[in-house]
């Protein structure tokens, strides 16, 4: 089955950098994109950007570029987040989520999510 | 990129329907036919319930629909049940690889 489990919480101060894994299991890691979504408290869901497994290659939400990172190891199905120049408002859970099969461009979208990862910004 | 437009809450009783609309814009919503629907439970991650518009994945139930009319998607929840209870989003491709999210609906089963 497939699962993506996502590393523990954060807490980090103003000004630092977190780095959230997602590990993929039950399915070819490099045959989908992964993407990223984040949630503050309270607040709805907000698209960060993606990552081509296969490729490396990336697209950023544009309120995110310069300061997010997206990489992956193939050799461990992992994908990787890392946030630069951390605010308190980046205090939110930070969640992968697969995206679509890389050949189809169109299809199941966003059809399994990690369990998220709270990540918490504060002096 | 702006957020999709959901209406913050919509409420209907056990067994009846309701529609929840997501209006985006010529770019996003009403250029592309591939909007999502996904629904979220409290402290919950969010659950994919409509595809491509109007697609259901597998093992979601029926009682679940999708549609769009120019710039605006809409999901349909039929026979409301208690469990329908739950945060309802949208998501639309908008080019380029992005995806823009609505503003999410509260659905409240009285």
């Known amino acids: 089955q497939v699962q993506l489990v996502q590393s523990g919480a954060e807490v980090k101060k103003p000004g630092a950098s977190v780095k959230v894994s997602c590990k993929a299991s039950g399915y070819t890691f490099t045959g989908y994109y992964m993407h990223w979504v984040r949630q503050a408290p309270g607040q709805g869901l907000e698209w960060m950007g993606r990552i081509n497994p296969n490729s490396g290659g990336t697209n950023y939400a544009q309120k995110f570029q310069g300061r997010v990172t997206m990489t992956r190891d193939t050799s461990i199905s992992t994908a990787y987040m890392e946030l630069s120049r951390l605010r308190s408002d980046d205090t939110a859970v930070y969640y992968c989520a697969r995206g679509w099969e890389l050949l189809a461009q169109k299809g199941l979208d966003f059809d399994y999510w990690g369990q998220g990862t709270l990540v918490t910004v504060s002096s | 990129q702006s957020a999709l437009t959901q209406p913050a809450s919509v409420s209907g009783s056990p067994g009846q329907s309701i529609t929840i609309s997501c209006t985006g814009t010529s770019s996003d919503v009403g250029s592309y036919n591939l909007v999502s629907w996904y629904q979220q439970h409290p402290g919950k991650a969010p659950k994919l319930m409509i595809y491509?518009?109007?697609k259901r994945p597998s093992g979601v139930s029926n009682r679940f629909s999708g549609s769009k009319s120019g710039n605006t998607a809409s999901l349909t929840i039929s026979g409301l049940q208690a469990e329908d209870e739950a945060d309802y989003y949208c998501?639309?491709?908008?080019?380029?690889?992005?995806?823009?999210f609505g503003g999410g609906t509260k659905l409240t089963v009285l």
């Open positions: 998501c639309s491709y908008a080019g380029s690889s992005s995806r823009v």
């Open positions: 491509e518009g109007s």
